[in-house]
Nanobody
Framework: QVQVVESGGDLVQPGGSLRLSCAASGSIRTINSMAWYRRIPGNQRELVAR???????NYREFVRGRFTISRDNAKNTMYLQMDSLKPDDTAVYYC?????????????????WGQGTQVFVSS
């Protein structure tokens, strides 16, 4: 099984910055895509940003220009640099990792989620 752990959530004032990290571990053969989602209280989980193995990045409109997604393929780690934070960014942020893992002598697709990290933006 592939384990995914997020970290970096905190309480921050409006206009401030945070950097979230996501680390994947286990019998990973390759990681195809990594993505950040968030769940705002009372809403469904929504995509924030995604990055492919080749480095292609996609952002939702509500974070474009403020958030930056990046990854370290050698460490199976992804980051989300969040700048100019707003109270509307308050949410639990989740990491999603999709790729191939070793299962004995075979290889299988995995789609794993972390437990989430809380970001709270308030003065």
């Amino acid at each position: 099984q592939v384990q995914v752990v997020e970290s970096g959530g905190d309480l921050v004032q409006p206009g401030g910055s945070l950097r979230l990290s996501c680390a994947a571990s286990g019998s990973i053969r390759t990681i195809n895509s990594m993505a950040w989602y968030r769940r705002i209280p009372g809403n469904q989980r929504e995509l924030v940003a995604r990055i492919t193995s080749g480095g292609t990045k996609n952002y939702r409109e509500f974070v474009r220009g403020r958030f930056t997604i990046s990854r370290d393929n050698a460490k199976n780690t992804m980051y989300l640099q969040m700048d100019s934070l707003k109270p509307d960014d308050t949410a639990v942020y989740y990491c999603n990792v999709v790729g191939l893992e070793y299962q004995g002598e075979s290889v299988a697709l995995f789609d794993s989620w972390g437990q989430g990290t809380q970001v709270f933006v308030s003065s």
